[in-house]
């Protein structure tokens, strides 16, 4: 069977913008799916230690998993979930892939310029965890990797780096599909971006310090409610959807589609060329509280004791499975 691999990082709490955008429809993706390919779904941990190491890092896992299960996603005999760390198989390919990967092509990925940008030094893991990357799909041999579109750059590099190891000892690793068949296997024209409330030109992020920029899930409903009604529209008194333009009221619109699953046409027909803005952000207030009240409700229902479990189910079939992957690699360089 076919392969799609995806992780999510558990640093820290997940905002309304990493839901709508990424965890959801990963999710609705798993379950089209899971028939008849697997879906690896797991916790990147050796990539989160880049950024934090806070000693909640366990606990964060477990409830990034919990997030998965609160969002819909069908458990059956297709569907692995396990943690980077306990498959030391991505460590140990992820150094034999850096014997093969060169200085130029690292230096030149734009997610280490972004992060190391003004600062005098930063760790190695910042510069090299696209290799990493590279290491956990090329184990599973996963054609599919659903991610944003930052990180189309380290799909390409991994395709380079199994074609290179590929053309020196023949086909050992599956190379994923290129970024325009992955867009395409998402369903998606382009990413769903959710901005800022107060800033609505910048994206959602649970970084910015300004509370009332993003809706976080772990929000009460009435107090997301008011992030809503205090988000920043515009002075042009007549509702557009206009991202350039418009960038508040367009990502009310998005933000309301998405919560209620009505298609953005709908949305938009409906509020398209009134002039109440207040009006519209009640509605959207109340869908966001409604979505958030339910998503917290499943959220609560699941223990630890059942992620652990499936945790332990996953790591038994991921070890065996990059083990397997590993060892014929190995094999190629004379190691074993």
Known sequence: MKTILTGIRANSELTLGNYLGALLP???LANKHSKEMNVNI????LHSIISDVDGNLHANTIRSLKYYLASGLELNRNVHIYRQSHVPAHSE???ILNCI???GEMGRMTQYKEKSEGKASCNV???DYPVLMAADILLYSAQYIPLGEDQFQHIELTRNLAMRFNNRFGEIFVVPENTAEQVKFMEVDQGIRIRDLLNPEKKMSKSTKAENSKIMLDDA????AKKIMSATTDSLGKVKFDMWGQPGISNLLVIESLVTDVPLDDVVAKWSGDTRYGELKKQVASSVSTMLAEFQERLA???DEQVLTLLEEGEEYANKIANAKLLEVQKAFGLR
Not at 42 to 45: A, E, I, K, M
Not at 221 to 224: I, Q, T
Request: aromatic share 14%; glycine share 4%; charged share 15%.
């Open 221 to 224: 409903p009435e107090k997301a």
């Open 26 to 28: 990963m999710v609705r």
């Open 93 to 95: 390919l992820c150094w």
């Open 125 to 127: 893991g910042i510069f």
């Open 301 to 303: 229902a699941i223990s």
């Open 101 to 103: 990967a060169t200085m």
């Open 42 to 45: 797991f916790v990147p941990d």
